[in-house]
C-alpha cells in the first residue's frame, strides 16, 4: 500500500517536471506609467510627493515578479562641439543599471546609489557621457542608447533613445520681408529658420529689443507711425543663434478732411454777400508721402459766389492797372 502512494506520488512528480512546466513570459521592458495594466493592487495607489527629492513606489514595495522598475528615463540628447550628451537613467530595487549603445555595454558607465530615506528602497541611478568621437567612429546609422536595470529576477529595459549632433545651418528658409502700407493696414512679416538639431526656437526683435511674438509669423493688426521699426527674427538652439536680414516697416498716412465748419459770411473785400463753409486736411494731415486729400476746400452758396467771381474780376484789373 505503501509502495502504491509512492508510485503515485512519483508520477505526480513527473507530471510537474520542469520540462512540462509552462512560465508566464514577462515583458522585457516595464515603464512605471503601465504597472497598472499588470497588478491590480496598485489600482488604489495615488503617490504623492513631499519632498523634491521623494521617489513615490507602491505601497508593498515592490514590482512585478520582482523586477526593478524605472523611475527615470533616458532621453533624446545632442552632442555639441565640445560637449558630450549626458544619459541619465535611475531604477528602484536594481543592483545594477548600465547602458548598452547601438547593442554593446558600455563600461564607462558611472553608477550611483543610495537607499531613499522615505521607504527604504534602494536607488541606482547611471551616467552615461557620449561625446562626438563616439559618434564620428560609429557607421551603423543613427546612434541609439538602451538602458538596462538589473536584480537577481531578471533585468528590464527602457526605450531606446537617440543621440546625434546639434547643429544650426545659418541661411534662413524664409527671410522676413520689407513692407511699407497705409496706416490702419494689417501686416505680416514671415520667417522660416535654418534647419538645425533639435528644432530651432523664434523669437522677434524690434529695433533689437527682444518683444513677445514667438511664432513664424509676426502679426501687426493694424500699424500707425508708432509702429515704423526695423525687424529681425532670431533662430536658436542649443548649438548657436542665427538672426535674419532686416525687415523695415514703413507707414505713410494719407490725408483725410476734417468737418466742414458752420456757415459764415462770405467776404468779398469790405462787402458781404451771401454764406461760405470750409474744412481742412488734418484729419489726419498726410505723412511719410502719403496723399492730400482730394476735393474742394471751400463751398459757398450762389450769391457768394458771385461775389468772389466779381472780387476775382476786380483783382485781376487792378493788377493790369498797375502793370
Not at 515583458?27 to 513615490?56: A, R, T
Not at 493694424?222 to 548657436?240: P, T
Amino acid at each position: 500500500m505503501w509502495y502504491g502512494e509512492l508510485v503515485n506520488v512519483s508520477a505526480v512528480i513527473g507530471e510537474i517536471s520542469p520540462e512540462h512546466t509552462t512560465q508566464e513570459t514577462r515583458p522585457e521592458y516595464i515603464h512605471p506609467d503601465g504597472l497598472l495594466n499588470f497588478d491590480p493592487y496598485l489600482s488604489d495607489f495615488k503617490p504623492e510627493v513631499e519632498e523634491d527629492d521623494y521617489i513615490p513606489l507602491p505601497e508593498n514595495d515592490e514590482t512585478i515578479d520582482g523586477l526593478p522598475i524605472f523611475l527615470l528615463e533616458p532621453k533624446n540628447a545632442y552632442v555639441l562641439r565640445n560637449k558630450p550628451a549626458t544619459l541619465l537613467c535611475r531604477a528602484a530595487n536594481a543592483l545594477q543599471v548600465y547602458f548598452k549603445c547601438n547593442d554593446v555595454r558600455v563600461d564607462k558607465t558611472v553608477q550611483l546609489e543610495h537607499v531613499d530615506p522615505q521607504n527604504g528602497v534602494r536607488v541606482v541611478e547611471a551616467e552615461l557621457n557620449v561625446t562626438r568621437n563616439e559618434l564620428d567612429e560609429y557607421f551603423g546609422g543613427r546612434y541609439s542608447c538602451e538602458c538596462y536595470a538589473w536584480n537577481s529576477r531578471g533585468r528590464i529595459r527602457s526605450q531606446a533613445n537617440y543621440i546625434q549632433f546639434a547643429y544650426i545651418k545659418k541661411q534662413f528658409a524664409q527671410q522676413p520681408q520689407s513692407a511699407t502700407v497705409e496706416a490702419g493696414r494689417q501686416v505680416i512679416f514671415r520667417c522660416s529658420p535654418p534647419p538645425a538639431a533639435p528644432p530651432a526656437t523664434i523669437k522677434w526683435t524690434r529695433n533689437g529689443v527682444t518683444i513677445e511674438a514667438t511664432d513664424e509669423a509676426l502679426v501687426l493688426p493694424k500699424v500707425g507711425l508708432q509702429d515704423i521699426a526695423n525687424y529681425s527674427c532670431i533662430a536658436e538652439n542649443i548649438a548657436g543663434r542665427r538672426e535674419s536680414d532686416v525687415a523695415v516697416l514703413s507707414v505713410y498716412v494719407n490725408g483725410g478732411w476734417s468737418d466742414w465748419s458752420a456757415w459764415t459770411p462770405c467776404r468779398c473785400g469790405s462787402q458781404t454777400n451771401g454764406k461760405r463753409r470750409t474744412r481742412t486736411c488734418t484729419e489726419p494731415a498726410p505723412a511719410n508721402g502719403g496723399a492730400h486729400c482730394r476735393g474742394q476746400a471751400a463751398q459757398g452758396d450762389e450769391e457768394c459766389a458771385r461775389c468772389q467771381t466779381g472780387k476775382e474780376n476786380n483783382d485781376f484789373l487792378n493788377k493790369i492797372s498797375l502793370d
